[in-house]
């Protein structure tokens, strides 16, 4: 076999560098030069981008699969994206009416409940929470918030104090949190009454939103909740009654950290559609988001510690600066995270897709933007200037609904929403498409 011009005597990868980057002693650190063709790429090093941005162009060598992977195998050593990359389009017949409905009230935030047609919770700016059926119109104001304010918050990074809503699939409770913030409160909506007063930990909450998510389990409605910046805790939304009681992990300067010490501040909790797993898209200090997944069912029923360091824990991977961003399930056990890349100063809009039972990445395309849906065949892109319809199984955008940028999923209606004022604008997800 001959030599590359790498030196080694090899298979080629599966992308060409530039002479800088080649070889045992070459830079690892490199710019992924976009050829157009989905997501295959050259690599260069600075000093070679450098000189193209001057005129003159890189000379690029074949390189063996080591030296590609050397590079390659980790985001870490991406320094920027170039050129372009290649979006295939396959378009399909796709109905672009959108149906525009009247609210009661001026919306701070809705959620989804099930119920014959479209049925919502909503939030007005009075911190009452009522119920709307979208299909007649009716609406009944079942409780009010009293989630202190939190008026001395100061933004970090540009997160605003924002006020959530969260609801239990069979729209009997309600959660309202103050996200960037520290308190909320759970409500049963057939009294009225505050069952749980939440409080989220004092350290840092101004960096993620609230951790909070509700799930069916075993005939009850239970509550999943940040407790400190390091914790998450389950709780029965009916009576506040504690299921993940443990001592606390607590660690002192100075100190070798305690078993089950967990260095990670807890995020967005995104619930797979059957609540079989959780998502977070929380972070660690450089600062670095590290979403990762675990079981529901191992924490709930065998293990009180697998959100800290349990064997269904996996975490999908690290990106500088990078936390916050649209996350969904595209199925009960595939997390599909937005961004490919290790930094936020170098991300290329696209998504990648994991098993939640490994933690391996399994597909990954370039393309999809803004807030993610999917419904198990088709990923929903809300992008800025409207929704973007993605085969996940080959990475193509297959239509578009220019002008409705949607924010929340009713899968038991399955329809997108979103509700500005008091607007409500639906699409209805072709019935082909909607998972069993």
């Not at 699939?169 to 909320?184: E, K, L």
């Amino acid at each position: 076999m001959d030599l590359l011009p790498c030196g080694h005597a090899a298979y080629a990868g599966p992308g060409r560098m530039c002479r800088h980057l080649l070889g045992d002693d070459g830079r690892d650190d490199h710019v992924r030069l976009l050829t157009g063709r989905g997501l295959e790429y050259d690599m260069c090093c600075q000093d070679c981008d450098k000189a193209t941005g001057d005129g003159s162009p890189v000379q690029l060598l074949v390189a063996c699969e080591g030296c590609v992977a050397r590079c390659a195998d980790t985001y870490w050593n991406l320094i920027r994206w170039r050129g372009s990359a290649g979006i295939g389009l396959r378009p399909e017949p796709l109905d672009t009416s959108v149906r525009d409905t009247p609210l009661p009230v001026d919306v701070v935030d809705f959620a989804p409940v099930e119920g014959p047609g479209s049925v919502w919770l909503l939030l007005d700016h009075d911190g009452r929470i009522g119920r709307f059926d979208a299909d007649t119109g009716g609406w009944t104001v079942l409780a009010e918030t009293t989630v202190p304010a939190e008026p001395d918050h100061e933004p970090w990074a540009g997160h605003e104090l924002r006020r959530s809503l969260h609801a239990s699939a069979d729209g009997r409770f309600a959660a309202v949190v103050n996200d960037f913030g520290h308190h909320g409160q759970v409500l049963d909506l057939r009294t009225g009454a505050v069952t749980m007063v939440l409080h989220g930990g004092d350290h840092r909450p101004d960096t993620v939103p609230f951790s909070l998510a509700m799930l069916e389990h075993q005939g009850r409605t239970l509550v999943m909740h940040r407790t400190e910046w390091n914790r998450l805790d389950v709780s029965d939304a009916a009576t506040g009654r504690l299921l993940t009681g443990r001592e606390p992990a607590s660690h002192t300067a100075g100190r070798p950290r305690p078993e089950h010490y967990l260095d990670y501040f807890h995020g967005t909790l995104h619930l797979s559609p059957s609540g079989r797993y959780v998502l977070d898209d929380g972070w660690v200090w450089s600062p670095v988001g590290v979403p990762h997944v675990w079981s529901v069912d191992r924490w709930l029923e065998d293990n009180v510690w697998e959100s800290e360091d349990g064997p269904s824990l996996h975490w999908l991977d690290q990106r500088a600066y990078y936390w916050n961003n649209p996350m969904c399930w595209l199925d009960d056990r595939r997390p599909v995270i937005a961004g490919i890349g290790g930094d936020e100063e170098a991300m290329l809009d696209g998504v990648r897709i994991f098993d939640a039972d490994t933690g391996r990445e399994t597909a990954a395309f370039a393309g999809p933007t803004g807030a993610l849906f999917a419904d198990g065949r088709r990923l929903y892109a809300a992008a800025a200037t409207g929704l973007e319809v993605w085969d996940p199984d080959t990475g193509e955008r297959t239509g578009q609904l220019p002008g409705f940028v949607p924010a929340r999923h009713h899968r038991r209606a399955g329809e997108l929403a979103s509700a500005a004022g008091r607007v409500l604008r639906r699409w209805r997800i072709p019935s082909g498409e909607v998972a069993a």
